[in-house]
């Protein structure tokens, strides 16, 4: 049995299974104010071209991103996203617990434009009932987004330009982010992530680290105290090198990148295996996520060799399914399910 | 330069890295939910013999408090602990986040007695404004406490009696719950402690593990839907299963228990150390934690070599100081302690 | 300028005054624990025939919604509710603020079916994910709902079983409940909200008084320790006879409902108004709000001599606009509307 | 039977009642923005010598006081305050509800010291661990306290120093305000309080009112968007000009003060009766609430025919006692209580 169910079936990459031992008796200090941390993120600010922002590491994405949103918000404020979107949809209400609205706005393939950001805003901003209203106080773009699709540079340009006119702050969870910024197509760049986000992190869990997500405030006004909210979120690692070292790992000689571009290349490859089959897509992507739509027989008879995950219904005899690859998924395993795919 | 910080500056029992790394390439469920998981919680049924006893993984030790805590309490109830309490000192509100007061009790060497809580608790509901006060919905104990000590377990069930006679569920942190059970003198049994609390946490992070507390919800009423708040509290792990084969290494044969035991045999070495030359203790216990009082030359002179804690300041001349022992201490680290305490 | 912008323009019916008059220098206890309050509570549960109901009484309806909800609700669960529906659009997130999301459904002409919810139900417990999203925890209706329109008997009685079917307690938020049953055609009468509602509360502040609303729980389960909900969310009024002097007045022959049929009454007048110069309506109601689509010559036109609000743009041409008669409407003001609409 | 139990045990002062009267058939637009509500901010802001002061009407002290403090709390901070306040202990945890901890100083006779205060934010912001503990951010004092005391202007303007120098808002309780400013020996005029607190509010409940607190925003950046916050809490009520009518009546002419000093004058009746009698005071004071400490058998003999509340145990054979005199206090009360404490 071969599982593309998600991206984070396997442990992590070897190179940091061994960094880990390799420091495991050094003694250093906790809640992240070793040397790890502070070398991974003067890596990160390399990498991300970004010299003055504040790093910060926590384990998961539903942590990183109520930590940060409830950081930016005032009370009476709500953070703006996609229906889609992995705080509206999958998060058991994180946001909320932190006392704020989700202002979800509908999405089309996972994603919001500029243009509907603005008109929400406006529309908050000119209503003389506004005041009985929860005013939008930042924007959550993913990227990629909960279906695998990516936004433009100029697209982000866009929205960063209606945050700024609306003094919005920009968070983008990067879960994914190396497979946003490997995929085919993808014309945002690792330094233009700065530029255009107040604040966005680097995924690590699905991108071969046992866990941890890099966030990186590149507007470092939103960063004051963030720590303080770290610990009173639950989030402060005790062993903070822990996230050190694995961000250390990935960010040297572009492993990260590498990783991500290994999974997309076969992700590539999957979707190749059912376009050429004449199977239609529930969303046109290039990322790491594979949504074909199958007969239900089909998906019957690929079940018996292959885990994946049943997405969405589409009629009565079909289903849109989520294959996942990953920077675990071996060469052999797309290999078998291209030739499952062929005999459907 | 040997640190006697805390009991959490290095990484893991080598057995556990060995688990990972023998485990890195198996493709499991996420969220807790694989197999590994599901065997340490058997693993821990069985060694705490708490059969019916509902098992959950966490990652830290603030996260599993607030987790716990305000999944108990109704909005206008709050949690009674010592003024010591880690919860009321050193989580940043953790608690208070979540919409709960502390309800600090006055505290010696650390510990609260059944009298107190029951003279609080009828104070409150003899009160004829009782509804404008916060309402005790809980009793938080630590074991150890944050100094180290023990309570007895006769302490431990008359505590239980006034939380079964008023309602109160009874929370049990043990962040150094081994070292606490594996002290010199403690007459309180692994498998006591569900029959004394309703919920308790195995601590992982501070005794052999890279991070992870293992919640015991032996009142399985508590712990109804309990993985949903999890997941709202940021503290449901991608890769469940790390914390699983972290708990399966330390429960097998006894692992948790021995590391713990080395580390408080060791603590009671580096306490003879400064007992022998006449120094006082800012409290009396038997635990990986020491406290002794020494002038501030003695800390000078010792600063050295050794890192530990100045605890707290008492008078001009003395400090209060803290040494942690830990599953990873050699040795030979307390040999050279003890070495130069004798030259003090 | 005869204003129609809303039903809380004027202070409260004349006999009120009066009995805040009559009672000014009385002394009595604080906090609700007044006979005042003690008689209102039994006239309410006489006239609406829930002899066993636990009844409170706080100043306004956000406060109200607020603290029945968060009351009820687990952490991790939500408050289903039409998209329209106040908590979800116009309360400044205050549900939200206690950390539960609302979980909007779409509505027709403000109204939610049995089945929509039970759908969104089964599909929550059916969905492997479903601990990462918030649970279905209440159902919340308004009656009348926010576009003035109401429920049937059968269509509450059906929402109730399905809410019984999954331990889900009905609220219903009775801002305008008078409105409601007085209006034409409502097959809902007093003695029925208990049956169908766990919860509901009894409109004052549009309906007559200065403030207050009337909370009723039929279920006395939920209304354990609910002073404490109370005070916690600064709903205890401190002159708490003040709310009890008003519903006393209201509950007295009849009042309450006598205030609400002449509301009702002027609205249909105004209704008909409209509908016989051949306006339609954003939507067809019954109760004291009155939506006529009207070109905007001729808002502009009625603008002159009387206020109303603007509710929703249609088309270049036209916008839906809102009149709403109340308690205090005379019958002169709707004299005076009727001849302007003739004229138009 | 004569109560002397709280200051809030009748309604208002006739000329409340006569304004509601008067205005009652006047259409006005809701939620605070009609002209009552804009006129009493003016003579607010002219008898308290404010005139860039953001005034808000709200119904109650604890709603102003969670309101006004979660307002200004970034959410990893909390509020400091005397062990005796009243966010502390009265007020069922609402300040916990919106997330933050209350820090309790020690206090003497109701009262925390600018030292207190100091000595308490330098030991957090110069401790290693500071980000593991609640930030201190805003100051909340009492004028006059709970236990009827009065801070001196010199005492006031040193603790305003500790707040500007660490930048801690500073807000001030006012709930029996106008009792605190007419109290023989006080020094602080009500032009200097918005110099010293950044908010306070004027108590109208305690002092004349039916209700309403009139919060005072001297420093106007902590008053933006504060609508929002009125409402996200519950606090903004519909016919928000029952709350202009009232505060303008109370501003008018002075009468606010008049009624305070009326009930001073009868308090220092009251005191000089137990005094003459050679009775102790759990606390001096010479605000509007008396706390003599009497013999059981003179509260028994007292309790046939006064109302008043026990405050406190003091030994086997004595309480400590509160009466309040109001501005609805006769002089008769007073002349029949002198009279039963000289037979005592």
Same mark, same amino acid.
């Given at each position: 049995?071969?599982?593309?169910?998600?991206?984070?079936?396997?442990?992590?990459?070897?190179?940091?299974?061994?960094?880990?031992?390799?420091?495991?008796?050094?003694?250093? #200090?906790?809640?992240?104010?070793?040397?790890?941390?502070?070398?991974?993120?003067?890596?990160?600010?390399?990498? !991300?071209?970004?010299?003055?922002?504040?790093?910060?590491?926590?384990?998961?994405?539903?942590?990183?991103?109520?930590?940060?949103? =409830? =950081?930016? #918000?005032?009370?009476?404020?709500?953070?703006?996203?996609?229906?889609?979107?992995?705080?509206? +949809?999958?998060?058991?209400?994180?946001?909320?617990?932190? %006392?704020?609205? +989700?202002?979800?706005?509908?999405?089309?393939?996972?994603?919001?434009?500029?243009?509907?950001?603005?008109?929400?805003?406006?529309?908050?901003?000119?209503?003389? &009932?506004?005041?009985? *209203?929860?005013?939008?106080?930042?924007?959550?773009?993913?990227?990629?987004?909960?279906?695998?699709? #990516?936004?433009?540079?100029?697209?982000?340009?866009?929205?960063?330009?209606?945050?700024?006119?609306?003094? *919005?702050?920009?968070?983008?969870?990067?879960?994914?982010?190396?497979?946003?910024?490997?995929? =085919?197509?993808?014309?945002?760049?690792?330094?233009?992530?700065?530029?255009?986000?107040? +604040? !966005?992190?680097?995924?690590?869990?699905?991108?071969?680290?046992?866990?941890?997500?890099?966030?990186?405030? &590149?507007?470092?006004?939103?960063?004051?105290?963030?720590?303080?909210?770290?610990?009173?979120?639950?989030?402060?690692?005790?062993?903070?090198?822990? #996230?050190?070292?694995?961000?250390?790992?990935? *960010?040297?000689?572009?492993?990260?990148?590498?990783?991500?571009?290994?999974?997309?290349?076969?992700?590539?490859?999957?979707?190749?295996?059912?376009?050429?089959?004449?199977?239609?897509?529930?969303?046109?992507?290039?990322?790491?996520?594979?949504?074909?739509?199958?007969?239900?027989?089909?998906?019957?008879?690929?079940?018996?060799?292959? %885990?994946?995950?049943?997405?969405?219904?589409?009629?009565?005899?079909?289903? %849109?399914?989520?294959?996942?690859?990953?920077?675990?998924?071996?060469? =052999?395993?797309?290999?078998?399910?291209?030739?499952?795919?062929?005999?459907?």
């Amino acid at each position: 049995m071969i599982l593309f169910e998600s991206d984070y079936l396997e442990g992590c990459h070897p190179a940091i299974l061994k960094a880990l031992q390799d420091t495991n008796y050094e003694q250093t #200090l906790g809640y992240g104010e070793d040397s790890h941390c502070a070398r991974a993120a003067d890596m990160i600010r390399y990498v !991300f071209d970004a010299p003055d922002a504040s790093v910060h590491f926590l384990v998961g994405g539903t942590q990183a991103n109520a930590t940060v949103i =409830s =950081s930016i #918000l005032k009370p009476y404020q709500g953070v703006v996203c996609a229906e889609s979107g992995h705080i509206h +949809v999958h998060e058991t209400g994180a946001v909320e617990h932190t %006392g704020h609205k +989700v202002l979800a706005l509908p999405a089309r393939d996972g994603k919001i434009t500029a243009e509907q950001i603005l008109s929400f805003v406006q529309a908050h901003h000119s209503d003389f &009932s506004r005041e009985h *209203m929860v005013q939008p106080g930042m924007v959550y773009l993913s990227f990629p987004t909960e279906l695998g699709t #990516l936004y433009t540079k100029e697209e982000l340009l866009a929205i960063r330009q209606v945050c700024r006119d609306w003094e *919005m702050p920009l968070f983008i969870d990067g879960a994914r982010l190396g497979y946003g910024l490997e995929a =085919s197509g993808c014309n945002v760049l690792p330094k233009d992530l700065p530029k255009i986000a107040d +604040v !966005f992190y680097i995924g690590g869990t699905k991108q071969g680290a046992l866990f941890g997500e890099a966030i990186v405030f &590149s507007n470092p006004a939103l960063a004051q105290d963030f720590r303080y909210n770290i610990k009173q979120n639950g989030g402060m690692l005790a062993k903070g090198r822990l #996230l050190g070292i694995q961000f250390e790992t990935l *960010m040297n000689e572009g492993l990260y990148f590498k990783l991500a571009r290994h999974a997309d290349r076969l992700a590539d490859r999957v979707r190749d295996a059912f376009r050429a089959k004449g199977f239609p897509f529930l969303v046109e992507n290039t990322t790491n996520q594979v949504f074909p739509i199958l007969p239900k027989s089909a998906i019957e008879q690929l079940s018996a060799e292959f %885990g994946f995950e049943r997405w969405q219904g589409v009629d009565e005899e079909h289903d %849109g399914v989520r294959f996942c690859t990953s920077w675990a998924t071996p060469e =052999s395993a797309v290999r078998a399910l291209e030739a499952a795919v062929r005999k459907l």
